[in-house]
C-alpha cells in the first residue's frame, strides 16, 4: 500500500490550500480513508474522514472550513482547506483503513499570521 500525500506549504493566515492523497495497492472502492494532522509538540489527530460509502465527519476544528472529497477513478482523496488558521500549522498524513491502518508520508503545512 502507498499513499502519497501532496499540496501542503505556507500560507497566510485566511489562505487555502487542497491537500492530494494517491492511493495504490489497496482495493479504493472499499477503503475508508481519511487526513490526521500532526501539530509540534501534539499527538496525532483526526481532522476529517471519508468511508467507502461516501460518509463524511470532522474534527470539530474542521467543520465549516475543511471539505474532504475522494475520486474513484484516480483513486485520490482530496482535502480543501480554507480560512486557514496559525493553528492548523502541521505534518497533514494521509489514512486508509486497509489490511490495518495505512499511512502515508505526510505533507506539511505552515500557516503564518
Known amino acids: 500500500v502507498q499513499l502519497q500525500a501532496s499540496g501542503g506549504g505556507l500560507v497566510q493566515a485566511g489562505g487555502s490550500l487542497r491537500l492530494s492523497c494517491k492511493a495504490s495497492?489497496?482495493?479504493?472502492?472499499?477503503?475508508?480513508m481519511g487526513w490526521y494532522r500532526q501539530s509540534p509538540g501534539s499527538q496525532r489527530e483526526l481532522v476529517a474522514t471519508?468511508?467507502?460509502?461516501?460518509?463524511?465527519a470532522y474534527a470539530d476544528s474542521a467543520k465549516g472550513r475543511f471539505t474532504i472529497s475522494r475520486d474513484w477513478p484516480t483513486r485520490t482523496v482530496y482535502l480543501q482547506m480554507t480560512g486557514l488558521e496559525p493553528e492548523d500549522t502541521g505534518i497533514y498524513f494521509c489514512?486508509?483503513?486497509?489490511?490495518?491502518?495505512?499511512w502515508g508520508q505526510g505533507t506539511q503545512v505552515t500557516v503564518s499570521s
Open positions: 495497492g489497496l482495493n479504493f472502492k472499499i477503503t475508508d
Open positions: 489514512n486508509a483503513q486497509y489490511r490495518g491502518t495505512q
Open positions: 471519508i468511508s467507502s460509502g461516501g460518509s463524511i
